[in-house]
């Protein structure tokens, strides 16, 4: 009986060995690729606390066992190597392999760079992390300044940031969102030294992490981590400027932390920019975009102006107002988190726009002269509210409620001319275009999110609700003269009130459910439906002879109700290993649009079947790098302005109408990335490419009648296809050492569509190449030179003879250089150079150079006076250069013009350490 009771009790203890858990791994020498024997490796836990060690053995190979489950840190020592520290955590019944753990000499590392011990710059799946503090930067300088000296960013003049070729969406703090969508709130306003690090990852939304599906065209998401002393107390930053004439800014941002909770205040004045507020003006109010749910969206269509905020879309000379709120705050061990924002923008502009165009039709052309003043009005009042609770370790659920108020007046005053080859005048037009308009919009969403026991088992469900109403009232006056031979044959005089009354209320909800299958395999199902009723009310009036406007124009009106259904559900089996994610499947809705013309009592049905085929792939053939690819098919239904036979005659010799006929299109995306960096060589590349091929895509066909009249009208073709890329290579970093980078993307494609009853081809190509140099010694001197070269080809087959190639020369060439008496010069100079056009006259090369003398004052430097000089060569002009399949377009408008203004500048840190 006694051996029996020793077997079982053996049988226990081994039982019980290998229930805990194992930590292997090989350390390796990185310069000659050898074993490292005796290397000392520690299991600390995250009180500092040595749990366990052990040496490798003669293979490099070490294992650690019995250790309980936990997080803990895992250091690697060996002489005359830097020491490596990860963090692993420990599982019941689960082994941690650690794979290869290269260790490199210290004094190849101080040699190549001077680093934190995790390194400068760490690539993990789709997120690149920098090192704040291995980048340096002058004292007092911004989070924009400090992504000008990072791989692979760009960041323009207005504040525009593109990451490894794409357009950044949002700016996130802390994982939180700083004023909703407004990056420039958080780049230009936070201290560089209050940040600890700067991660960049794909856009994605809560189903594409689920899915690991993307469209390829969400951008990237830039996340500031703050150093755990910079949050807490309060900081801020005042600014105050002026020329002592008509142009004055003014700006005031406060931060304050109290714990866990985070209050922020900012108010702006400017007459020299929008203010930096409002990077879109986005129709979900910082709601994340689910291409899922927005498939019906489109067909509740406005007239209304959008009134963007940013300065990338500025036409004039500004008059900006901005104020806003924000309060966060987590409690209750987190498991209670709020978000709370109130925005406030007011923008006017006064603008003069020139225009030139070229229209080419298969027998002849026109050449167009335009000349616009405008006066613009928009004031919009959002609010946005986000509550997280976590009801236990499985469950949470998120709210997340937008609203907005918006009002755009405006007033339009143009005069045109077209001219035919022989330059004679074959129309004239006198318009003035009145604008008075409101929109109101309200979204919410209400996710739940249930984890189990069972590991990577997930349930979450949405449901969604948003309205927009929206008032406008137009008036159109315009005189149009047109020509027969050179001389007067036909006017046409207008007088009209167009009224627009509508609203659209939408109900939806989704449930996705994610099983897995084994360890690396799991299948992700979903299913959601949409409700979209609406209705529009849109009636012009002729002025009648009692100065009223009372006679109704049908031919400019259209009243209607729409119910639109649809029913989505997909099936998506995802891979995933250490090293590689492999996500395959396809999605399927039926969309169901019932539409009533009030009008002519017409009542029309469209169905709409819709597939999505979608693949990804991403695999991480080291520590450092990342290749992926995705696929994604979706149709494409036409909208509702599309579909409906409203004439738009905004633009009296443009006038747009419906068509009822259109059929649904196909659309195939493939894009692709890859990135690398190599620490110690301090060498980075970041590229992505992509293409779209469009079965059935939705093009126009144009009329142009022999008096310079245009009818535009909705058709469906095929054979379009369009594709871009961009490849930057970057080595180097530090102090007193050259920076080098070499970059080129590109953009082309085919457009096919139809002028005159011919069908037209029209090929594009454009490519841009160069490369930058950087040399600096903080607080002494820095240069930066960027310049770039690019050519453009299209032609089309209407006139194979009217070819349109031109180069284009442009870049940056900045610098900073320290006098004596602590003075700072800094100068900043942009280049837009671009080749004229055969029939454009006018010069089209703009040189914007700006530089300015600051003195900082006090020890931490938190006082600067600065004189500013802006335009210095007084070459400010908007010009905007459009070539689309039948037309050559080069634009000019107002921007604010040569300046000087002294400012003063004052920064507020009450944190820990200043």
């Known amino acids: 009986m006694s051996k029996y009771l020793l077997l079982f009790f053996c049988m226990a203890v081994i039982g019980t060995a290998n229930a805990q858990t194992s930590i292997r791994g090989t350390v390796r020498d990185t310069i000659e690729n050898k074993p490292l024997r005796n290397a000392v490796v520690a299991l600390v836990g995250t009180d500092s606390v040595l749990h366990q060690f052990t040496r490798t053995g003669s293979d490099g190979a070490f294992a650690i066992r019995n ?6 840190k895992i250091l690697v020592s060996f002489p005359r190597f830097a020491d490596f520290v990860e963090d692993v955590t420990v599982k019941e019944g689960g082994a941690v392999e650690m794979g290869t753990i290269a260790l490199t000499l210290k004094s190849k590392l101080l040699q190549e760079v001077v680093v934190r011990s995790a390194g400068a710059i760490r690539i993990k799946g789709d997120t690149t992390e920098f090192v704040a503090d291995s980048f340096v930067v002058r004292e007092g300088a911004t989070v924009e300044e400090l992504l000008k000296k990072l791989p692979g960013f760009q960041v323009n003049s207005k504040g ?38 700067v991660q960049v990852f794909d856009n994605k939304t809560e189903q594409q992490q689920i899915t690991g599906m993307t469209s390829g065209s969400e951008g990237k998401t830039v996340n500031i981590k703050l150093k755990e002393d910079s949050k807490k107390g309060a900081f801020g930053k005042a600014e105050l400027g002026s020329n002592f004439n008509r142009l004055h800014d003014a700006k005031l941002l406060y931060n304050r932390f109290v714990g866990k909770k985070k209050f922020s205040a900012f108010g702006t004045r400017s007459n020299t920019s929008t203010g930096s507020l409002g990077w879109q003006d986005r129709q979900r109010l910082g709601i994340e975009n689910d291409y899922e749910y927005d498939e019906i969206s489109g067909f509740y269509y406005s007239f209304g102006e959008s009134g963007e905020f940013d300065n990338w879309n500025l036409r004039g000379l500004p008059t900006a107002y901005t104020a806003g709120a924000l309060f966060i705050n987590k409690w209750n061990e987190d498991r209670h988190a709020v978000n709370g924002s109130y925005l406030f923008n007011q923008l006017a502009t006064v603008n003069r726009a020139s225009t030139l165009a070229q229209t080419i039709l298969p027998d002849t052309s026109f050449f167009t002269n335009q000349y616009t ?55 004239q037009s006198d318009r003035t275009n009145l604008t008075d308009a409101t929109r109101q919009q309200m979204s919410n969403v209400l996710t739940y999110n249930q984890k189990f026991k069972k590991k990577d088992r997930l349930l979450m469900a949405v449901l969604r609700h948003g309205f927009v109403g929206d008032d406008h009232t137009n008036y159109l006056k315009a005189t149009n003269r047109f020509y027969k031979s050179g001389l007067l044959d036909e006017v046409e ?19 996705t459910y994610k099983e897995p299958i084994t360890e690396h395999l799991s299948v992700i199902a979903d299913y959601g439906y949409n409700l979209n009723t609406a209705n529009s009310r849109f009636n012009t009036y002729d002025k009648s002879t009692n100065g009223k406007y009372e006679n109704l124009n049908p031919l400019f009106s259209n009243n209607f109700e729409m119910d639109v259904q649809s029913h989505s559900g997909s099936l998506i089996a995802r891979y995933m290993s250490k090293k590689m994610n492999i996500s395959v499947g396809s999605g399927i809705s039926n969309t169901t649009l019932d539409l009533l013309n009030l009008d002519n009592r017409d009542k029309r049905l469209y169905h709409f079947l819709n597939f999505t085929p979608q693949a990804a792939f991403r695999y991480s053939p080291k520590a450092q790098s990342t290749l992926s690819f995705n696929y994604r098919g979706n149709t494409r239904q ?185 003075l700072e010069l800094r100068s900043e100079c942009n280049f837009d150079l671009r080749q004229k056009l055969d029939g454009f006259a006018q010069n089209t090369n703009i040189i914007y150079w700006n530089a300015s003398l600051a003195r900082s004052f006090f020890k931490d430097k938190k006082a600067k006076i600065i004189l500013q000089a802006n335009d210095i060569l007084d070459q400010n002009r908007g010009f905007q250069r459009t070539i689309n399949s039948y037309a050559i377009t080069d634009q000019r408008y107002d921007r604010v013009a040569r300046y000087v203004m002294l400012k003063l500048e004052y920064t507020l840190n009450k944190t820990p350490g200043n």
């Open 67 to 72: 250790a309980k489950p936990g997080a803990y």
């Open 493 to 511: 005089t207008i007088d009209q009130q167009k009224t627009n009354v509508g609203n659209s209320t939408t109900l939806g909800g989704k449930v």
């Open 638 to 822: 036409p909208s509702l302005n599309q579909l409906q036979p409203l004439r738009n005659n905004s633009d009296p010799l443009n006038v747009f109408v419906g068509n009822p006929d259109l059929k649904v299109g196909f659309n195939h995306n493939i894009s692709g990335f890859y990135n690398s960096y190599k620490m110690l060589k301090q060498r980075g590349i970041w590229a992505n490419v992509g293409v779209n091929f469009m079965q059935n895509a939705i093009t126009n066909r144009v009329t142009v009648d022999d008096k310079g009249r245009s009818l535009i009208q909705p058709v469906n073709i095929s054979g379009n296809h369009n594709y871009y890329y961009y490849l930057e290579w970057n080595l180097g970093e530090g102090e007193k050492r050259w920076i080098y980078s070499l970059r080129t993307n590109g953009n082309g494609g085919r457009n096919n569509n139809f002028v005159n009853g011919f069908t037209n081809r029209t090929d594009y190509r454009n490519v841009i190449g160069g490369f930058g140099l950087r040399y600096q010694a903080t607080d002494k001197y820095m240069i930066y030179l960027s310049p770039e070269v690019g050519y453009n080809w299209s032609n089309n087959s209407l006139r194979p003879d009217q070819k349109v190639n031109y180069y284009t020369y442009g870049g940056n060439i900045d610098g900073m250089l320290m006098l004596p008496g602590k």
């Open 160 to 197: 525009e940031i593109t990451a490894q070729g794409q357009r950044v969406q949002k700016v996130l703090v802390d994982g939180e969102e700083f004023f909703g969508n407004d990056p420039t709130m958080a780049t230009q306003n936070i201290a560089a030294k209050a940040v600890d690090k």
């Open 373 to 427: 003043n405008s006066d613009v009005m928009v004031r919009q009042h959002t609010a946005n509210f986000k509550y997280e609770w976590k009801l236990d370790s499985l469950r949470s659920i998120k709210f997340v409620s937008g609203a907005s108020l918006k009002t755009n007046i405006s007033d339009n005053v143009t005069y045109s001319e077209s001219l035919s080859e022989e330059r004679a005048p074959v129309n």
